[in-house]
């Protein structure tokens, strides 16, 4: 069985500092986490493989090559990284991604499960998994707690509403995982020290990809286009109302009758 989960970055919450009055953000310290979710995504893989003849590929694509994403998710217990780099991946949308990852899937070979992250911290788009499915023609999990393998499907527990509800999918097959739905474990000591080793290069573990080898320049072409960022007005100060029920009623249908009527 071959499970490729996806990690990617995000900018660490902490080191940003919003200035409304300059409208303006500020990067005090530029330190990047694993998302969230993508560490309950690769937990979830990592659980299945403890109880099965399983290979966890960890795929990911920065900027920058020499982070610590794939290196934590080879500390924690993961057989390759294959990171993503080359012109043109700064730009990449969600659009340029999918289809990156489904070939980078295809050219592994296919896979039995792919695992990602439901939600991206700083965005909160939940769109990557979903479409990755799609350009796979493969069945999807959608907002996983827990996910096992069972008789050739894949089976999660899924919260809807009050309930919790267990789904399942023929594999192969794309679960997305819920930010918090499970505790990632700690990385390994000694295979964090091995992998940091020869003045902190990734000797022999990293494995890089050039993203023109997998997609045609069309293909790299983003479909989103920035316009720019900007903060939303200040939110108006509302007016305080005395009297009596009825009478703030009163005010607050007229208010609304002005605010619909212009």
């Known amino acids: 069985m071959r499970i490729v989960v996806i990690l990617r970055r995000v900018l660490d919450p902490a080191g940003i500092v919003a200035h409304r009055r300059l409208r303006r953000l500020f990067v005090n310290r530029e330190a990047y986490l694993l998302e969230p979710a993508d560490g309950c995504a690769l937990e979830a893989a990592l659980r299945i493989k403890d109880t099965n003849d399983a290979e966890v590929v960890v795929v990911s694509g920065q900027p920058e090559p020499n982070d610590d994403t794939l290196r934590r998710g080879l500390a924690m217990g993961a057989d390759r990284a294959i990171y993503l780099t080359g012109e043109g991946f700064e730009n990449a949308d969600d659009a340029v991604m999918v289809r990156a990852l489904a070939t980078v899937v295809n050219q592994l070979g296919g896979a039995d499960l792919v695992v990602v992250g439901a939600t991206k911290l700083d965005s909160g788009q939940e769109q990557l998994g979903i479409r990755l499915a799609e350009a796979l023609s493969w069945p999807q999990l959608v907002g ?16 809807h509403g009050g309930q919790h509800l267990l789904v399942a999918a023929s594999l192969p097959a794309v679960v997305t995982v819920r930010e918090g739905a499970l505790q990632p474990r700690y990385p390994d000591g000694r295979r964090l020290i091995n992998i940091y080793r020869s003045e902190g290069e990734m000797v022999g573990t990293l494995e890089q990809w050039n993203m023109a080898d997998l ?45 619909l009527s212009g």
């Open 144 to 159: 996983a707690l827990s996910v096992e393998t069972h008789d050739g499907d894949a089976r999660a527990v899924r919260r």
């Open 215 to 259: 997609l045609t320049p069309d293909e790299l072409t983003p479909l989103v286009e920035s316009t720019g960022l900007d903060f939303p007005p200040e939110r108006q100060r509302g007016e305080r109302v005395a009297g009596s029920l009825e009478e703030t009623a009163q005010v607050v249908a007229e208010a609304l009758r002005q605010r």
